[in-house]
């Protein structure tokens, strides 16, 4: 497949916008978590706790809200733009109600932080985190369901904004109900709790009322008119979404389970894990960003019935992918004893890290490939055996691996991220036969 400066270009153009709103949701997560931090360690054990379960269960909704972009890109790819109204009514009936299953599930399920084996005090705070965060998965869905529309029709800075002014509401809000300002009681944990919901029911808000105003979206009946149910759009939002929601949770879980296995080791060993991850998930964010602007540029071309232009979309966007991961690589390479010294002051995690840190260096490419393999394959809505493939270099190669290496071989942390770099290159090969092998295909979705 030849190499595309035009084809890159695009990619590019479409990606920044969605690496930098990435980086802004990224961004609310680490100012609550040292905003939080300055409350007491009992405050800090409890956001970590919470928002690790958390994760695992948003991560399956987002996965599901994701089934929007490609199939609104195959219809503006084929001119069908009646179609895109229908789609995005359904997929707002379908992510509001899976929200509302998902908040019940969290706040119902939060009771079992009390047998996680933790003090009163983190269980007490943990569990109270956890519920009022469950109360914000329906407003995430409710803005997600207007983003993957509004980017599969390659607009994508609105959302972008949306998070970046989040932000600005979200450390407002935090130092108010955090600390007790303005006459507010100070809830600590419980306020980043409440900041935190109030936050994303406003960026739901701002998306609707943006959307609503624009002429150019409520011409193709992207409004809320009329939610009465079609099957058969159901039933692809569901044939692409609900592998895709699978496959982030074994991916997310994999590593949880990493983590686990690694606090087995020691507590410098998980320190350093967490430092290294860290970094390496900063890196993630602009290969995800390439994944969301590749799923639109190859699903447009599905729309098209072009076959040339989807392999040239997937295959540039996993070259841009790689090319940018190997730059994150070296820079990992050069700077393994300055980055984790930014984090503590412990020579010993620091070297630590510092050794992850080079293994992090050798699967960046891999993990960048691997990312947009699921989000090209997304494009031609091939979701499925993306969800077998991702189960079986996770779960069936990274966590056995990572305790074999790390306990049978004794090789320690070390082992267990010599197993996650061994599960990216099975997802990244497997992933890139997968789309080559299909996109020679003729596609019908």
Known sequence: MYISRKE???????????????????????????????VGAASLAAASIALGLFILILIFGIGVSMALSP??????????????GMIF?????????????????????????????????????????????????VPIMIFQTYKQTIEGMQVMHPAMIITLLANLVNVFGN?????????????GLIGAGWSTFITRMLMALAIIAYVSR?????????????????????????????????????????????????????????????????????????????????TIRVGTAVGKRDKTAVRAAGFNAILLSASVMGIF????????NFLPALYIDDPQVISIASSLLIIAALFQMFDGTQAVGVGILRGIADTRVPMIISFVAYWIVGLPGGYLLGFIFKLGVQGVWIALLCSLLVSASMLSLRFHKKSKQEIVV
């Open 329 to 336: 690589g070296i820079l990992f390479i050069g700077l393994r």
């Open 214 to 294: 624009q002429q150019r979206f409520t011409t193709f009946g992207i409004a809320v008119n009329s939610l009465k149910p079609d099957k058969q759009i159901i039933a692809k939002i569901l044939k692409i979404g609900v592998p895709s929601g699978v496959q982030y949770f074994f991916e997310v879980g994999a590593f949880s389970g990493s983590a686990v296995i690694i606090g087995w080791i020691g507590t410098a060993d998980l320190a350093a894990h967490q430092i290294a991850i860290n970094l390496a998930s900063i890196s993630y964010m602009f290969a995800l960003g390439i994944s969301a602007a590749a």
């Open 89 to 137: 009514k359904q997929g707002l009936l379908v992510n509001f109600l899976l929200s509302v299953f998902l908040s019940i599930i969290t706040i119902a399920g939060s009771g079992i932080i009390a047998h996680l084996d933790q003090p009163p005090e983190v269980v007490e705070l943990a569990t109270g985190y956890l519920r009022i965060m469950g109360l914000s998965i």
């Open 71 to 84: 199939l609104v890109a195959m219809s503006v790819g084929s001119n069908d733009y009646a179609r895109i």
């Open 175 to 187: 130092w108010i109900l955090i600390y007790g300002n303005f006459g507010m009681p100070a809830l």
């Open 8 to 38: 890159i270009g695009e990619t590019i153009h479409l990606a920044l916008p969605v690496l930098i709103g990435q980086l802004g949701q990224m961004m609310m997560g680490v100012v609550d978590t040292v905003m939080v931090g300055q």
